[in-house]
């Protein structure tokens, strides 16, 4: 089973760029989310999804937009890229029904800004 | 609101010595506590997470995490660590649906 797949593993990027990181799960969850990783404070919930067509702001969503098409998909989009945003991005993905769902997660995104 | 707190940012054991890695949790609601574990380059794997069941939560590779309401904690062990336990350690803290929160994480080290 593929589970949750991101792409692309890497990227650099020069300031005021602007870039979609892909995601993609295979398990019909109808959670998705995108949260970034930043040294010493753990993850961040950037944006979120409860399924195609419902998206919603996590906790840090400047600079950031999503969309939510299909079940399977939720891309996220840097509009134009800043230092600020050099991190390391996941996409989790989780069932909805429950709060006591576990989150999958990909094997993230390394992002530099330049 | 909720929010957890990981009291150490690194614990360093020796190999076959036991594991104390601690997380505090604050919550409005009965939370969902789950630990995960990020080894490098990789993507966060759920190690454990307690639900309003037992107390005492076993979860993979021997780790284990015991709920302590009056104490608000929700602290991972193991009895003997082993080399390939190295990695870092996240509390996460669910309150409903869409919001999980995840502590700083704990970094942990093994020596030989």
Redesign the interface.
Known sequence: NAG?TQTPKFQVLKTGQSMTLQCAQDMNHE?MSW?RQDP??????IH?S?GAGIT?QGEVPNGYNVSRSTTEDFPLRLLSAAPSQTSVY?C?SSR?????G??F????SRLTVL | AQSVTQLDSHVSVSEGTPVLLRCNYSSSYSPSLFWYVQHPNKGLQLLLKYTSAATLVKGINGFEAEFKKSETSFHLTKPSAHMSDAAEYFCVVRANNNDMRFGAGTRLTVKP
Do not use: C, N, P
């Not at chain 1, 010493?40 to 919930?45: A, Y």
């Open positions: 949750v959670y949260y010493g404070m753990g993850l961040r919930l979120y409860v919603d996941f989790a909805k029904t429950s709060s006591t576990e989150l997660f990909g094997e993230g």
